[in-house]
């Protein structure tokens, strides 16, 4: 119990950098310097200020110095991160490919807040992620589908290679035939990442739940928001869902699939 709790606290410590992440990334700015900041009064958050999600209702949402509203966004990003980091070792037990599972898990979160606000997954985190997964599954991780075998370098090649050539097939095809561009750059590599770290399967698997929650949600939007049809909805969230369910019950769902 007290490892969990250690891990919670570690957790929403590293949730707190993941909103700097979130906010400096797109922004081209230094995710190191200068220190935390009030979006609105640029005053330098002290310590005792910065207690991931504590502070945030101790402080009853609100800067300390001019007042101004601090965004809920906070608190939550730095208690989903604990809440995964938790899952990953309470699903897969202490271990290297927790480790990265956890590191897979805070990245997954940084690319759904960032394509939520600016339709962008950064390079910054995919292209990175590509080669480390390449390392890692073919190193230390196991199928998440088949956990008594590794995945191997060459699942974890084929995986990193489905998911950028069927990603890319799909946009090519959207510019040529449709005219429009149907899917970003950024979702090509994020899939290849994907792959990379979680095998071919989890690709199929990804692909197929992040279209049917984008789907669900789009159409959610048109009836009970008057959204228009082809209205840009970022697909990197749903693609990110996906992930985290192929990692965490893709052998669950692969045996309700074939018995």
């Given at each position: 119990m007290f490892?969990y709790?250690i891990?919670f606290?570690?957790?929403?410590?590293?949730g707190?950098?993941?909103?700097v992440?979130i906010?400096r990334i797109p922004r081209?700015?230094?995710?190191i310097?200068?220190s935390?900041?009030?979006?609105?009064?640029?005053?330098?958050?002290k310590s005792?200020?910065n207690i991931?999600?504590?502070s945030y209702f101790?402080?009853?949402?609100?800067?300390r110095?001019?007042k101004?509203?601090?965004?809920?966004?906070y608190p939550l990003v730095?208690a989903?991160n604990?809440?995964?980091?938790?899952?990953?070792?309470?699903?897969?037990?202490?271990g290297?490919?927790?480790a990265?599972?956890?590191?897979?898990?805070?990245?997954?979160?940084?690319?759904t807040f960032?394509?939520?606000?600016?339709?962008?997954?950064?390079d910054?985190i995919?292209?990175?992620?590509?080669?480390l997964g390449?390392?890692?599954?073919?190193f230390?991780?196991?199928?998440?589908?088949?956990?008594a075998t590794?995945?191997?370098y060459?699942?974890s090649l084929?995986?990193a290679?489905?998911?950028?050539?069927?990603?890319y097939l799909?946009?090519?095809?959207?510019?040529?035939?449709?005219?429009?561009?149907?899917m970003?750059?950024g979702?090509?590599k994020?899939m290849a990442?994907t792959g990379?770290?979680l095998?071919?399967?989890?690709?199929?698997?990804t692909t197929?739940?992040?279209?049917?929650?984008?789907?669900?949600?789009?159409?959610?939007?048109m009836?009970?928001?008057?959204?228009?049809k082809g209205?840009?909805i970022?697909f990197?969230?749903?693609l990110a869902?996906?992930?985290?369910i192929s990692?965490?019950?893709?052998?669950?769902?692969?045996?309700?699939?074939?018995?």
């Amino acid at each position: 119990m007290f490892f969990y709790l250690i891990l919670f606290v570690f957790g929403a410590v590293i949730g707190s950098f993941l909103n700097v992440c979130i906010y400096r990334i797109p922004r081209n700015r230094s995710i190191i310097w200068p220190s935390s900041r009030c979006p609105s009064c640029n005053n330098p958050i002290k310590s005792y200020d910065n207690i991931p999600i504590f502070s945030y209702f101790l402080l009853r949402g609100r800067c300390r110095f001019c007042k101004g509203k601090i965004s809920g966004r906070y608190p939550l990003v730095e208690a989903l991160n604990a809440f995964f980091w938790l899952l990953v070792f309470w699903r897969f037990g202490p271990g290297w490919n927790s480790a990265i599972y956890a590191m897979l898990c805070s990245a997954m979160i940084v690319i759904t807040f960032i394509d939520y606000d600016f339709q962008i997954i950064p390079d910054r985190i995919t292209l990175p992620g590509i080669p480390l997964g390449l390392v890692a599954g073919s190193f230390f991780l196991p199928d998440p589908f088949l956990r008594a075998t590794d995945l191997g370098y060459m699942a974890s090649l084929i995986g990193a290679g489905s998911g950028f050539l069927f990603f890319y097939l799909i946009a090519f095809l959207s510019l040529k035939i449709l005219k429009k561009e149907g899917m970003g750059g950024g979702d090509i590599k994020l899939m290849a990442m994907t792959g990379a770290f979680l095998g071919w399967k989890a690709v199929i698997l990804t692909t197929f739940l992040g279209s049917l929650f984008g789907s669900i949600i789009g159409i959610g939007l048109m009836v009970f928001k008057g959204r228009q049809k082809g209205s840009l909805i970022p697909f990197g969230p749903f693609l990110a869902a996906g992930a985290l369910i192929s990692l965490f019950f893709g052998q669950e769902i692969l045996k309700w699939y074939l018995y």
